[in-house]
């Protein structure tokens, strides 16, 4: 194992450590569904068997985007959209931490969205949590690519004349390799499904139903919702692309017409990751590139060394 991969010894992990050591008190609203997601991640990393420094998690801006004020861990905080770049280069020069991104449905079908397809497509090696609330909550309630047709907001006084984006759907076009819908108001679901994602191998997408009980208060709260392994109603095989686009359609179209179905809809163990693709073509060195960083006898460019070069 690499010197520089955060690795520690197997032990017993505690889902406690992953509460910061100085507690922030979360500013999200009472009832928010983001409430959810942080506790069904601290609930997962345990059963993974990842400890906070092993770990690195970056996010998106919204209110889902302070996910990483509230969970202990390596954190990257970045700009609008662009939690996914940052997580495939942090995996790709360190492929021994767990990289784990995460963000609004604003921030990741929206400005976001190219980043999101081709993180998919090229199956990175990571898992991507969307807090869908379909809306855009931290700038207060604006019309985002999941709010439903005729959804009322005060950019769309008038009702979305918009049909929503489907998530499921997009990703599994995309071509991402493990797809999971769960909700907030389901946690011990989220949980099992959220340390599924993190042990696939390859990107696992979780779209993460969550409510906003202050700017999106004509929306469902995703209760009831039907579990689709756990109802007799449903038994598409996860490991078929077809059955499972045929089960997200059937989701995506019902959750806005009352029901919300939830679940595992797709995995593919057998594609590899991008990593191992450019490791089996001879493009990417065993070792981390992150290594080069501490290697002072490497021959490579410092970023300080190519800013002098063109000044
Ligand atoms: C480049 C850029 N454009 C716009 C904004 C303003 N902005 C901040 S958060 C946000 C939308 C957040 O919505 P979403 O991603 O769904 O997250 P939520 O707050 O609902 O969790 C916007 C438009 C920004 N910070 N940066
Ligand atoms: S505005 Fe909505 S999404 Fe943001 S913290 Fe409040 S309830 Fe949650
Ligand atoms: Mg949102």
Same mark, same amino acid.
Request: proline share 6%; hydrophobic share 30%.
């Given at each position: 194992?690499?010197?520089?991969s ?17 507690e922030?008190?979360?500013t ?9 997601v ?38 990257? &905080?970045?700009?609008?959209g ?12 360190n492929?021994? !931490? ?16 190219? &980043?999101?397809? &081709? ?31 005729? &959804? ?32 907030? !108001?389901?946690?011990n ?7 599924e ?8 997408? !979780? ?15 995703? !209760? ?40 595992r ?37 410092r ?9």
């Amino acid at each position: 194992m690499s010197a520089f991969s955060a690795i520690d010894e197997e032990r017993e992990i505690d889902r406690d450590e992953f509460t910061p050591g100085i507690e922030p008190q979360p500013t999200w609203c009472p009832g928010c569904g983001d409430f959810g997601v942080l506790k069904a991640l601290k609930q997962a990393m345990p059963e993974v068997g990842r400890t906070p420094d092993e770990t690195l998690l970056c996010t998106g801006i919204g209110c889902s985007g302070k996910l990483n004020s509230y969970f202990e861990s390596y954190g990257f &905080h970045t700009i609008h959209g662009r939690s996914l770049p940052v997580a495939r280069a942090a995996k790709l020069a360190n492929p021994g !931490v767990e990289v784990i991104a995460a963000g609004g449905d604003g921030d990741g079908y929206g400005i976001g969205g190219n &980043h999101f397809i &081709h993180t998919a497509r090229e199956n990175h090696d990571m898992t991507y949590i969307v807090f869908n609330n379909e809306i855009f909550g931290l700038t207060k309630g604006q019309t985002s690519p999941t709010s439903p047709k005729g &959804h009322k907001s005060k950019t769309q006084p008038s009702g979305s004349a918009k049909e929503p984006l489907r998530p499921l759907s997009l990703s599994l076009s995309a071509g991402a390799s493990y797809i999971a819908r769960t909700a907030a !108001v389901n946690p011990n679901q989220a949980a099992d499904i959220i340390a599924e994602a993190i042990e696939h191998d390859g990107f696992a997408h !979780v779209d993460f139903l969550t409510q906003c009980p202050t700017w999106n208060k004509d929306a469902k709260q995703y !209760v009831p919702y039907t579990d689709i392994q756990q109802s007799d109603d449903y038994d598409h095989d996860i490991n078929d692309r077809r059955e499972a686009a045929e089960m997200m359609y059937e989701t995506e179209t019902k959750l806005h017409e009352g029901e919300i179905l939830t679940g595992r809809y797709y995995v593919d163990d057998d594609r590899p990751s991008y990593g191992q693709e450019k490791r089996a073509i001879g493009e990417m060195p065993e070792e981390p590139l992150a290594e080069r960083y501490f290697d002072e006898d490497a021959d490579w460019d410092r970023t300080y060394d190519l800013i002098d070069k063109h000044t």
